[in-house]
């Protein structure tokens, strides 16, 4: 098409409220608007993106034999009760009332209805295995959108799920997906994912992996083994061993501390390291209106993930616990020995499990308790896991001290589910013996606008996209230096434009603007094939091709046509190619 | 695909809830799936009539120069204040709370989003003029949602809208869509579909066009001559000239007429027909409490969208009046002469306006008054068009007594906006002198899912969906006889499935199911091409072969691979064929 019709207009500057690459050029190269918090209109490059990410999906869902369908946005409570989500998801699940009064959500996810859509349509074992997909709209009413796609509330996803009559069955198709994924993050463009074992969260099921983007930007932490294959979010990451960093058992001693109630001031008080020291992190559970105090090593996190499921607390029923005159805590001298507060769960981390002579606190104001030792001074004490893995820890595969820590981006998840959602939905199968049973299921989501986002946090700079060929929103971009004024570069500005247009997307910059904005422009669309045409080149025949971050090449008009066709198909060659 | 494995199973039954074919045909053959009112899943086949349409859609849009980009459904009260929309429309736009408060919409169009989304995007005239569309989820809180697919809550829905900066710019491009929008509807396989002008209804602007499907199904009335090219919906039909029916003037007389307080009554006890009559038809507008008397022919009917165009009155706050012992209302006998009721609007329609001497209510219980002419018998009365108009009416723009009175369902629409939505949200543009300027607007809608009911309710009969190739789930269907017992038809049957799936998507049946089962669910598959290998005809080395709704023929099998390839590009070039 032409580019002076072309409908979202570059910006000069970095827009300020960009944090992100990906929503930065985003905006700043006209791809998309924001029309609420979390919530963005595509204009037509972003669209041409997405439509071209979306096929490349479906390509791959059709390929492993999923069947499209697609399912509403609005699902009534009735239907979220029946899994029981409707009272224990957070806010994030949207509920709203209709014209007529009855509860509604807008769907975050769609177990309940895909369970739903398939009562009676699978009523024989004849049809097992099979999975259904849909790329479809949904909402999360997010508290804090960021990042331009990265997070949005409402998004475009392909779903995916699958339904057995075996676990075998299960583990067949789970591992057909994990391979579909792969080749789709291939194909769009991406190197550094990484499939690692994630939390089940609100979903529940055995088992579930997250498709990782290894880059700064992401928000999550992934725990990997340079050593072994181990890989693993933070929040599942665990260690099977901790090395004590006291190792001399010593008699329990009171030390006067004044106003030395945190950890920095206690380490520097007693010129110790903080993996000398131990700490206390005091949440309170909504719920019950429990207090929870966790001890671990000083130098050491809570994982509060793995609190949350050790004792089984719903996301938003956890935060931390406000101090409160009446409920007789020593807050700042905290410790295991002679704690009185009342209502409180008391949790022992693997941390410390080991260690001969910690300093905790002393439960009173201005005193800590030297050589604490849990298992000598805590009658019963049960050790559980629930810090954060550290970089320096031993890794739970091969035992190695290899692990790193890297942010990543989640990119994709994939879930065995069990029989969770088809047991409480009552969904059922005639098996060989004619014999009522539950099938079970598994689950796979990618999202559509996040996936567009990573593609450009790992390829992009500031200020070029370098989309993949698969993606680019046009194949090739003519860009003409002098279209308006000059008449030979005109000419053949659009002859080629009618040529290339038959077999590729092309856009022609037929814009009054100098050559230097266009380039800066064309870096925003990022067409992986670039024809520069100028006067002085067409004096010698030539144009100007750039490929991709390639440099410069210089062609003969003549030879354009088969040279470019060449060129497209290495792209493609090389994005499959690009090993992980 | 195997037959076996499809999701989505088909009824024996017709089933209960459906009135309308399309909605019987879509459950009983699996298509769809209820998920609340209004509210459906897409199982496998319909997806894949879904996307077929989808495409042709997108290819028409994209043929006409329109730029593809996707807004959000959830939108925001400000947004919709921007136009006013938030308060004037009724409860069919469903407002919602998001998790902080905020006041949101569910889209059911998008005119304030896409100005919004181009804000900025087109700051020069030489954008101009310019079309963008989406396919995309919509919203309407439909107080009854019916016919399956006819009418729902949530749907599919291209829209597309124009951006222009001169009227003979709106007008050439409203062509473009009318033209594009005719070549759309052949493509899907409606033959019946004519555009009529439509009330522009809550979105303003000064011209509109609905494609209607003639057919006894839709909830439309629509009015057309068949002597000129005159048609209309009945919202916005109109007639110039209507004859009296009474042309002798005579005195106003009272008669007594006990308890004859209904138009059925009063023709009886007088032996007159209707046409002799006079009625008053009473309302309430909510807004203002004020009471509306129209009065009107007793042989013609309220046009209430006329009605309410004329008072501008919102669609919900006009309602029939409850009688009330107060309102000093003779209900039962209201007439034009001593009306003294009070805060009243009273409107005469021209049905009235020749009429020498009407009979009506006499505003005194059990009394009417003959001989009304309301020309002399009112004072300064004016006569407005405000009621429906009747088959034997003239029609408007060749005078002739030809008009037909059909049903219809509204498959598409577009209007001229003019500056509505700019104006309200200050979209400007700069002109050649750099002045800036507002643009005006047209808007232009398809509803995918009605769109694909509306194919089914031309085109099908109670058992068979007989889809037209271009929109059928598979292309061809494959019923082997003894699939499952007898291994030359397993083996003709597996060859002809790998060998057509090259070139096809074929469906083959692999179920253990006696022909007459397989028959019958095909015809709600409705394959344009079915292809019937029995062991009889496999003996004498033929297949049997059926098009679309012709008698079936036996065909080699050597020569099927051919022949089917000059079948399709014949229905193909059929439904391009195909006259309106």
Known sequence: MLQSKLIGETKKEWPNEATLKSHGLLLKGGYIKQMASGIYTFLPLA????????????????????????????????????SNRYNTVGSELLRFKDRNG????????????????????????????????????????????????????????????????????????????????????????????????????????????????????????????????????????????????????????????????????????????????GKAVIYERLDTKQTIIVFLRADREVNETKLRNL???DDEDLVPKKPLDTDNIAYGYVGPVDLNACNVTVLYDKSLENEQALVFGANKKNYHLKNVNIKRDVKDAKFVDVSKVEKTDYCPICGK????????????NIFKLGDKYTKMMKMTYLDETGKEKTPIMGCYGIGVGRLIASVIEERATMDNINWPVSIAPFDIHILPLDYTKNDEVKNVSDKLYDMLSKKYEVLLDDRKKSLGVKLKDADLIASP????????????????????????????????????????????????????
């Not at 001290?401 to 994709?412: Q, R, Y």
């Not at 004096?539 to 470019?564: G, M, P, T, V």
Request: overall charge negative; proline content about 1%; aromatic content about 8%.
């Open 311 to 313: 004792l089984l607390i």
């Open 102 to 277: 009855n509860d509604m959500v807008l769907s975050m996810t769609h177990e309940e209805a895909t369970v739903f859509s398939m009562l009676n349509e699978a009523s024989s074992y004849q049809k097992y295995p099979f999975s259904v997909f849909q790329i479809q709209t949904k909402f999360r009413d997010e508290a804090r959108s960021r990042g331009g796609l990265i997070r949005t509330r409402e998004f475009t996803m392909k779903d995916a799920y699958s339904f057995h009559t075996t676990l075998e069955s299960l583990d067949e198709e789970y591992d057909k997906f994990y391979m579909a994924y792969n080749k789709i993050f291939k194909r769009v463009g991406l190197k550094n994912v990484i499939a690692v074992k994630s939390d089940t969260g609100m979903m529940g099921g055995s088992m579930a992996h997250e498709y990782m983007l290894l880059c700064d930007a992401g928000e999550d932490k992934i725990v990997t083994c340079s050593n072994c294959n181990y890989s693993a979010n933070m929040e599942v990451a665990y260690t099977n061993k901790i090395d004590a960093a006291t190792i001399e058992k010593r008699d329990l001693e009171y030390v006067e501390t004044p106003d030395i109630n945190t950890i920095e001031k206690l380490s520097e008080f007693l010129n110790l390291d903080a993996s000398k020291l």
């Open 401 to 412: 001290k290899a692990l790193n820590i890297t942010n990543g981006i989640e990119v994709g």
């Open 47 to 82: 669209r041409k993106v997405s439509l071209k990410v979306e096929n490349i999906i479906r390509e791959e869902m059709n390929a492993l034999g999923a069947q499209e369908i697609l399912m509403p946005l609005v699902a009534t409570k009735t239907l979220w009760d029946m």
């Open 529 to 580: 094939i670039k024809i520069i045409i100028s006067p002085r080149n067409l004096k010698e025949n030539k144009l100007e091709l750039k490929i991709a971050l390639n440099e410069q090449e210089f062609i003969d008009i003549d030879d354009i046509e088969s040279y470019i066709s060449l060129k497209q198909k290495e792209l493609f060659e090389n994005l499959n190619k690009e090993e992980k």
